[in-house]
């Protein structure tokens, strides 16, 4: 049993009682009860100047009653004590401290919070919705990342003590990788269009080959025109050479047209079977099921003439999970066969294609050496100089398809980082966790009460249970949102382990349901309870003898006294 103390604070002159597991302080309206609760709220959350509407950076002397020249509240237990004076405000505690923080003292309330980020921020340290490393680690490494990785980014979160600011930051890396992909192409991002473009005027034998070899071909080359220039003349033998590799060009030509139309079936066969193979779904839920715009539960659709029926999902069976298993190994390996395939038509292509150049080149070289009607001169310097060119931009191409790849690569990690990072990433996926056991909390607590059930949305929305329908909090009379306030702070109160939680205005809750409900929730409880309650006709409405119900003790206030009732 805990023991109360209240000397000159606001409206109270002296308030000494003991407060078993349920107290009620009752009386007329302005005579001290809201004052008693407000010492005690002050002393129990830290918050010294805890009244609503007073100046923060106020004197502590306007909390001391006009007829005293200080304020002191105390609250004892078996193994601790603490205390708070007026106006110095110094908080001072013995032994084994008082578990109990502002929402169970009254001070905040979940459903004053503005936004759905303060309340989510709120409500995550007490329901542990707060994404963990663990937690980081299950999306990311699952997506192949490294814990290495892992570590300098849990690290660079806790630095910031802010997921968006990381989210924001990785955003921006996003952002700036696809802006140098675009550079390098010179074209607007996109991550289809990345997965296979070409610099212009290249074509696929490219794709795989080595710049070291590509740059040894321009050394080479340019010193074959550093020769041919030295040397103007050719041997017969070469003549007979270029005669040789001539004849190959229409070949070449026709066999290079061909392989290209056999590697653009293969990269149209490859994007059906990755679409066949997405289409199969992987969940537990049937294609139809989604999610109940009021409580959240999977529902699902069937379509009738009359309209839409609603009926609860059904997991998919396990054989049928199995059935699209196999089916979605059956695609991967008709696309691994594709790709290898592919890749070997692609080789086939480069080597056909630097036949095609060579014997172009000769064909060329060719032409050149009969116009003049010469074995050798001018021409070879030509057919050199245009090697030299052909090799050079082919190891640009190259050069520049390998940039654009690493940066496409980089925009592809960097966004499954980010969708990790994002609101509704990890920490969405976590909230939804713990909201479904503090939604149970909260149903629990509301079926004690014998109230409608009080909920949490993923938007953090507080809704309850009306004879209208699930209501969300701000369409609530003003007695629904007592209840709601009620049951979320006593919800919270059993999350945080409070020892003492105090609530003021019970009055506006009807002795049929309403109060009946609130004692019955509170006498479940674990905490100890201080509840604040006007009465201000005895006759017509008196208070609840809690010491005639076996639930605790009632007080009543007035004059700036308490006295036991009755």
């Not at 709220?41 to 830290?46: D, Y």
């Not at 609503?52 to 005293?68: F, I, P």
Request: charged fraction near 25%; aromatic fraction near 6%; hydrophobic fraction near 40%.
């Amino acid at each position: 049993m805990l023991k109360i103390d209240v000397t000159g604070f606001r409206g109270i002159t002296q308030a000494q009682f003991d407060a078993p597991k349920i107290t009620l302080l009752t009386g007329r309206n302005a005579v001290g009860k809201s004052s008693v609760l407000a010492a005690l709220a002050a002393v129990l959350s830290g918050d010294t100047m805890p009244v609503s509407g007073m100046d923060k950076k106020g004197s502590g002397a306007a909390y001391v009653n006009r007829r005293a020249s200080t304020a002191k509240v105390s609250i004892t237990k078996d193994d601790g004590a603490i205390t708070c004076s007026w106006p110095e405000m110094k908080i001072r505690s013995d032994g084994e401290q008082f578990v109990c923080d502002a929402h169970a003292a009254g001070v905040v309330r979940f459903s004053s919070l503005i936004s759905s980020r303060e309340r989510a921020g709120f409500l995550g340290e007490y329901i542990k919705a707060n994404p963990t490393k663990e937690d980081l680690e299950k999306n990311l490494i699952g997506a192949g990342f490294e814990q290495k990785f892992v570590d300098t980014l849990w690290n660079d979160i806790e630095l910031n003590r802010d997921w968006d600011v990381m989210y924001n930051t990785w955003t921006e890396q996003g952002r700036a990788a696809k802006n140098r992909w675009q550079t390098i192409a010179g074209e607007a991002y996109g991550s289809k269009k990345a997965e296979s473009w070409l610099p212009k005027g290249a074509d696929h034998s490219i794709i795989g080959a080595s710049q070291q070899e590509a740059d040894q071909a321009v050394k080479d080359a340019e010193a074959a025109l550093e020769k041919a220039i030295a040397a103007k003349a050719v041997s017969a033998d070469v003549v007979d050479r270029y005669e040789t590799l001539a004849k190959k060009v229409p070949d070449l030509k026709i066999s290079i047209s061909n392989i290209e139309k056999v590697v653009e079936a293969l990269k149209l066969n490859i994007d059906a079977l990755e679409t066949e193979r997405n289409s199969i779904p992987t969940s537990k839920l049937p294609t139809n099921s989604g999610a109940c715009p009021h409580c959240g539960l999977a529902i699902a659709f069937e379509k009738s003439a009359s309209g839409y029926a609603v009926s609860k999902t059904v997991e998919v069976s396990p054989d049928e999970l199995g059935l699209r298993q196999a089916a979605i190994t059956v695609c991967n390996d008709k696309i691994a066969d594709a790709r290898a395939e592919m890749n070997l038509q692609i080789k086939n292509q480069r080597n056909l294609s630097a036949a095609y150049r060579e014997a172009k080149g000769a064909e060329d070289q060719l032409a050149e050496i009969r116009a003049k009607g010469s074995t050798g001169g001018e021409g070879d310097v030509d057919a050199a100089r245009l090697a030299k060119d052909i090799a050079v931009e082919f190891a640009k191409n190259i050069r520049k398809k390998n940039e654009a790849d690493t940066f496409h690569r980089d925009v592809q990690i960097i966004a499954l980082i980010v969708k990790a990072l994002a609101p509704d990433g990890v920490r969405a996926w976590k909230m939804q966790i713990a909201l479904e056991d503090f939604n149970s909390a909260l149903a629990n607590a509301s079926t004690v009460a014998g109230w409608g059930k009080v909920s949490v949305n993923s938007e953090m929305l507080m809704h309850f249970e009306t004879i209208y329908g699930d209501l969300p909090y701000f369409a609530l009379s003003t007695s629904e949102k007592m209840r709601a306030d009620l049951v979320m702070q006593i919800t919270l109160a059993a999350y945080s382990k409070a020892e003492i939680v105090l609530m003021d205005g019970v009055e506006i809750l009807d002795n049929a349901n309403g109060r009946r409900g609130l004692f019955r929730l509170l006498n479940n409880a674990r905490h100890s309870t201080i509840v604040g309650m006007t009465t201000n006709n005895l006759e017509k409405d008196p208070p609840p003898d809690l010491a005639a119900l076996k639930l605790g003790q009632t007080f009543w206030v007035q004059d700036g006294t308490v006295s036991s009732y009755p």
